[in-house]
C-alpha cells in the first residue's frame, strides 16, 4: 500500500513538473516570436526612415534648383535693362519659360507619384501588421497545438503503460490459471488406489472421509469383500476339508489373536463334510 502511495505520489509531482516545463516552453517560445516581430518591425522601421531621408533629400534638391532658378531669373532682368538685347531675351526667356513650365509638370508629376507610393506603402503597411498580427496567432496556437499533442502523447503513453501492465497481469493469471488446471486434470487422471492412498491424501484427510478412504475390505461385515454375483459351477463341488489345506494370509482379513482362534475353532461345530477353519 506504501508502495503504490508513493508511485501514485511520484506520478502526480511528475505530471506537475510536466506542466510547469510545458508552460514555461510555450512563454520561451512566445517570447522568442515576439522577439522576432520586434526586430522584424525595428528594421521595417529603419527602412521607413531611410525612404524619409530619401524623399527630403529630393525635396532639398528641388528647393535648390528652384532658388538657382530665381537667382537666374533676377539676373536676366538685370541684363534685360539693356534695349539692344530686348529682342534676344525674350526669346530665350520664352525658351526659359517653357523649359522651367515643363520641370514644373515633371515636379508635379513626381509629386504625385511620390503622393501615391506614400498611400501605397501606408496601405503595405497596415496589411503587414494585420499579418503580423495573424502570424503572431498562428504562432500562438501552433505552440499551444504542440503543447496538446505532446500532453496526448504523455496520455497515449501512459495508457500503453497500463495496458502493458495489464497484460502482464493476464498472461500471470492465465499461467497461474493453467498450473492450477493441469494440476487438478493430473488429480483426476490419477488411479484410484494412487489416489486413496497417497501421502497427501493421508496428510490432509479428515477424520470422516480418512474412515471411508482407508477402510480394509473385510474390516467391517465379515471376512469377505463385497461379492457382486455368484458364479454358477457347472461340475460338482467336492468337500474340501479346510483344515488340510495350507492357505496364504490374505491381506485384506481381520487379525485376531490365536488363542481366540483356537477357543472359537474349538467351540464351533461341523456341518456335514465341512470343518471349520483352523489356523497353526
Not at 144 to 151: E, I, K, M, P
Not at 154 to 175: A, D, F, G, M, Q
Not at 189 to 203: C, G, I, K, T
Request: charged share 30%; aromatic share 4%.
Amino acid at each position: 500500500m506504501a508502495r503504490k502511495l508513493v508511485c501514485h505520489l511520484d506520478c502526480f509531482l511528475l505530471k506537475a513538473l510536466h506542466k510547469k516545463r510545458q508552460s514555461t516552453r510555450v512563454a520561451r517560445e512566445e517570447a522568442s516570436v515576439s522577439v522576432d516581430l520586434l526586430i522584424k518591425e525595428a528594421e521595417f522601421v529603419k527602412s521607413q526612415q531611410r525612404e524619409l531621408e530619401h524623399d527630403l533629400a529630393v525635396l532639398q534638391e528641388s528647393n535648390r534648383l528652384q532658388s538657382l532658378q530665381a537667382t537666374d531669373k533676377s539676373q536676366r532682368y538685370k541684363e534685360r535693362a539693356s534695349p539692344s538685347r530686348t529682342k534676344d531675351f525674350l526669346a530665350e526667356e520664352r525658351v526659359h519659360m517653357e523649359s522651367l513650365q515643363a520641370q514644373q509638370d515633371q515636379i508635379t508629376h513626381l509629386r504625385m507619384h511620390i503622393e501615391s507610393l506614400h498611400v501605397e506603402k501606408q496601405s503595405l503597411q497596415q496589411k503587414q501588421e494585420v499579418l503580423f498580427h495573424k502570424q503572431r496567432s498562428a504562432e500562438q496556437d501552433r505552440n499551444r497545438l504542440l503543447g496538446s499533442l505532446q500532453d496526448d502523447r504523455n496520455t497515449l503513453n501512459e495508457v500503453r503503460s497500463e495496458r502493458i501492465r495489464l497484460s502482464e497481469e493476464r498472461t500471470n493469471l492465465e499461467k497461474q490459471i493453467a498450473s492450477v488446471v493441469n494440476k487438478v486434470h493430473e488429480s483426476v487422471n490419477e488411479p484410484h488406489d494412487r489416489l486413496r492412498w497417497s501421502p497427501e491424501r493421508r496428510m490432509n484427510a479428515p477424520a470422516a472421509e480418512a474412515k471411508s478412504l482407508f477402510k480394509v475390505p473385510g474390516s467391517f461385515g465379515g471376512v469377505r469383500g463385497d461379492v457382486p454375483y455368484d458364479a454358477i459351477l457347472q461340475e460338482p463341488v467336492q468337500p474340501v476339508h479346510f483344515a488340510t489345506v495350507q492357505e496364504s494370509p490374505r491381506p485384506h482379513w481381520t487379525a485376531f489373536d490365536k488363542e481366540d482362534l483356537r477357543n472359537k475353532a474349538a467351540e464351533s461345530p461341523s456341518f456335514g463334510s465341512f470343518r471349520t477353519l483352523r489356523t497353526a
